[in-house]
Structure formats: C-alpha cells, structure tokens
C-alpha cells in the first residue's frame, strides 16, 4: 500500500534532515505533520525519474542517508501528485516532457505542515530552467545526477549528490542540467510556501 512508502519516505526525510547539517541549519524538523492523502498523478517525467535518476551519492558525507532518501523517493515516484506548474511559453515544451515535482511535506503536500514545505524536483538532462524567484527562501539538495546553479550575484555552481545551495527571498535563480539528470530534495520557509515560483522580469 502507497502509505507505508510515504511513510518511509517521510522516516528517510527526518534522517536527511538530520545528518546533512545544511539542511538541520535552515530549519528545524517541522512538528505540526499530518497525512493529507492527496491522489497521485502521473507525467512523462515521472516515468523518467524512475528508468534515469541520475549517479547515486558515493564518498561523501551523509552517503548512506542520501542514498536512502533516493530510493524512498524513486520508490515513491509512481504514486506521487506530479505537477508541473510552468506553461510551455515559459519553458518549451521538452521541458515539460522531461520535468516534474511534488510536495511530500508542505500546505498542499502528500503530509500537510504549514512550517515548511519540502519538494522534490527532477529535470532530463540538457534542460534549461529559466530564471524564477519566489518570496519563500529556499535550500536545494542533490539526490542524484548533476546540474549547474545559478543566483543573480553569485558564480555558477556545479552540485552533485550530497550538495546544498541556498537561494534568498526573491533572489532570481536558474539551472542548466548537462549531460546527466537531476534530482532534487528542496526545503523552503518564510510567508507563501504554498506560492508558485513567477518567471523573474527580463
Ligand atoms: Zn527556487
């Protein structure tokens, strides 16, 4: 049954949280979590996501705990509410077919919380993620696969697994994936969490 995976997930979630201090740092384990059993719903990134996830964490710190929360995840995949959230004027339409998240914990999640809202995001390689802000400030941690990072003032970062890369309220941030995939695990706080991300102005 769908739940004890949610659960699991969950579990391997707190554990992340915990061992990877970036994570414990930009906000406390959330203690207001409740099961929302939201339906699932299926995209073409979904069914990507789970034949190409990206390379696994190897050698780094918190190995086991990433590579544990990587699994729950892609165990998960097949029953999670899949969005997609962009229109293809924002993003073209490839990126759509190759693009995807959900919220396992936050205001519209799989496990409602209105401390935090927790996604994971996944993008085929050779994807350009356009330049979007959003009032919430966030933390973006890498799963599996690999991508280049961008903010407005700050030098491109190439992340891979066990990777975090925090992102200000309102800062314009943008992604490049190369040759691999990438798959994400987000943290947001701050007012809007239940706020779609806007294209930032030319
Ligand atoms: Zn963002």
């Keep these: 049954m769908s739940k004890d995976l949610f659960d699991q997930a969950l579990d391997a979630a707190k554990a992340y949280h915990a061992a990877l201090p ?7 384990w959330p203690d ?11 995209i073409p990134g979904a069914v990507l996501v789970q034949s190409d ?12 705990e990433v590579r544990a929360l990587q699994q729950a995840i892609m165990a998960l995949a097949p029953h999670a509410q899949w969005r997609l959230t962009y229109t293809e004027e924002e993003v073209g339409r490839d990126f759509l077919q190759r693009f995807g998240w959900f919220e396992l914990v936050g205001p519209t999640g799989h496990f409602h919380s209105l401390q935090t809202r927790m996604t994971i995001g996944y993008w085929g390689p050779d994807l350009d ?44 941030h943008a992604m490049i994936t ?23 102005p030319g």
């Design 32 to 42: 207001d979590i409740t099961w929302a059993a939201r339906e699932g719903n299926q």
């Design 178 to 200: 190369n040759e691999h995939p990438i798959l994400c695990f987000v943290f947001w706080r701050g007012e809007g969490l239940a706020d779609d991300p806007a294209m930032s």
């Design 22 to 28: 970036a994570v414990a740092e930009f906000q406390p």
């Design 53 to 64: 996830p990206g390379f696994a964490a190897e050698g780094i710190p918190a190995e086991e």
């Design 129 to 172: 993620y356009p330049w979007h802000q959003h009032g919430p400030e966030e933390l973006y941690t890498i799963l599996s696969g690999s991508a280049d990072f961008m903010a407005k003032g700050e030098e491109v970062r190439r992340l891979v697994p066990g990777d975090t890369k925090m992102h200000g309220a309102n800062q314009p």
